[in-house]
C-alpha cells in the first residue's frame, strides 16, 4: 500500500482558496490513479475529485466543479487539490486516496470502493 499524509487545510474565509497537498510514501504514486475526498460533521464520506496516471483524465463532483482543480506532480509523489472560491459548505475533512490496484482506469461514478490507501485528513473550515 502506499501511505499517504495530507496537508494544507486551515480557517479560511468565504472565497479564499486553499491548497491541499498529499505526498505519498512507500511506494510511488505514479502508477495509482489519485482522488479527494471528504467527509463533513455528521455526513457520509463523499467524493470530491479524482485524477488519472498520467492525468490525461479528471473528473469533479458538481458540488466544486469549476472551483477546484486536482493535479499531480508524479516527480515528487504529490497530488494537490487547488480549491477557489471556497464556501461554507466546503467545510470537511478532505482525505486523499490511491486507487486499489495500479494501472486502474477509473471512470464515474467514482466511490470509496476505488481506492485501497487513505491519507489521515486534513480539516478545511470555510467562515461565512
Known amino acids: 500500500q502506499v501511505q499517504l499524509v495530507e496537508s494544507g487545510g486551515g480557517l479560511v474565509q468565504a472565497g479564499d482558496s486553499l491548497r491541499l497537498s498529499c505526498l505519498g510514501s512507500g511506494r510511488t504514486i505514479t502508477n495509482y490513479p489519485m482522488a479527494w475526498f471528504r467527509q463533513a460533521p455528521g455526513k457520509e464520506r463523499s467524493f470530491v475529485a479524482v485524477i488519472s496516471l498520467n492525468t490525461g483524465f479528471t473528473y469533479y463532483a458538481d458540488s466544486v466543479k469549476g472551483r477546484f482543480t486536482i493535479s499531480r506532480d508524479n516527480a515528487k509523489n504529490t497530488v494537490f487539490l487547488q480549491m477557489n472560491n471556497l464556501k461554507p459548505e466546503d467545510t470537511a475533512v478532505y482525505s486523499c486516496?490511491?486507487?486499489?490496484?495500479?494501472?486502474?482506469?477509473?471512470?464515474?461514478?467514482?466511490?470509496?470502493?476505488?481506492?485501497?490507501?487513505w491519507g489521515q485528513g486534513t480539516q478545511v473550515t470555510v467562515s461565512s
Open positions: 486516496a490511491a486507487g486499489r490496484y495500479p494501472g486502474t482506469i477509473i471512470r464515474p461514478p467514482v466511490g470509496t470502493g476505488d481506492f485501497g490507501s
